[in-house]
């Protein structure tokens, strides 16, 4: 929850400085318009609703939608950039038995991705 505290406070701080909003992309390192080729890519949609992406409409996981708003990324990990990186990228590793599979998510690919899932 710190590290999604001082993300926002930093944030906040340089909408101060130069007047327009920063994204969550700055924050993550990645892409937001990769992200949504890269959620594409994996089939995301397959199992969740995520706003913006075609056909994005599966109810098997949770819906993406507002993740930023959340205090908790799968119920286990304090909600930073850092922490949904890890999820996308292991989430059997972070939560053993749980019903999201490795997909073997590259770190760049889960930069973009949570870059899209913070931008919506």
């Known amino acids: 929850m710190r590290a ?3 993300a926002l406070s930093t944030l906040v701080a340089l909408t101060a400085c130069t007047g327009e909003p920063p ?3 700055a924050i993550t390192g990645g ?3 990769h992200g949504l080729e890269a959620i594409q890519r994996y089939g995301c949609g397959a199992c969740h609703r995520i706003d913006g992406v075609p056909g994005a409409y599966g109810t098997v996981g ?3 939608q507002r993740i930023g ?3 908790y990324i799968a119920g286990k990990l304090s909600n930073s950039p850092e922490n949904l990186q890890q999820w996308i990228r292991f989430p059997q590793r972070i939560a053993p038995e749980n019903a999201m ?3 073997d998510v590259s770190e760049i690919d889960a930069r973009d991705i ?3 899932l913070y931008h919506q």
């Open 4 to 6: 999604l505290q001082f």
């Open 23 to 25: 994204s969550f992309d």
């Open 31 to 33: 892409s937001p318009r």
């Open 62 to 64: 949770p819906t993406l």
């Open 69 to 71: 708003e959340r205090a």
């Open 101 to 103: 599979p490795d997909l």
């Open 114 to 116: 949570a870059a899209y």
